[in-house]
């Protein structure tokens, strides 16, 4: 029997948080892509963020743990590249969760067709300082803890801030 979004093993794997922001559940990020259970089987779809995302390790061992734990005797997680993650996928719980832990969410990811020009300029966002809701930020470093944000100060409250990359 395949159980899809309403399942048990499903609930488990949507409540597994991402490692590097744990307010996160892999659900709200939306690396999530499915879940197929097959009696005491499960294998759990996931998509990471970036190609190479060290993340993606420890989400597999925390997927496997909890779902063994709930009495599942055959966990596979798989990944699954295509369509590639994009931003947009963080649900809107996820991105209220961000600001509510400081850091800035993404807004709309580009639209692109074709070759994807290199520039070795910073990226120009539109975003607001998560504390104080100003719109004047300073870009203090294209690179974070993580590839995927971006360090900002905010140029009225003068806080930095961490800034999730549209993608």
């Known amino acids: 029997m395949v159980i899809g979004v309403y399942g048990t093993a499903y609930a488990i794997a949507a409540s597994v ?18 879940v197929e259970e097959h009696g005491s089987a499960v294998t759990v779809v996931i998509t990471p963020t970036y190609s190479g995302c060290p993340a993606m390790a420890a989400m597999r061992d925390d997927l ?18 295509s369509p590639a993650w994009s931003s947009d996928w963080i ?37 607001r300082c998560p504390r104080c809701g100003s719109a004047s930020a300073e870009l203090t470093s294209e690179f974070g803890a993580t590839s995927c944000k971006a360090l ?12 999730v990359k549209e993608i």
């Open 17 to 34: 948080t991402d490692p590097e922001l744990p307010m996160l559940t892999l659900d709200d990020l939306g690396v999530l892509r499915r």
């Open 152 to 163: 900002y100060r905010c140029a009225d409250c003068l806080e930095p801030f961490e800034h």
């Open 91 to 127: 649900s809107e719980r996820g991105r209220a969760a961000l600001a509510a832990a400081g850091i800035s969410p993404p807004g709309p990811a580009p639209r692109r067709s074709g070759p994807v020009a290199l520039t070795l300029s910073p990226t120009r966002r539109s975003l």
């Open 64 to 81: 496997v743990r909890r779902l063994t734990a709930a009495g599942y005797a055959d966990v596979r997680v798989e990944v699954e590249l």
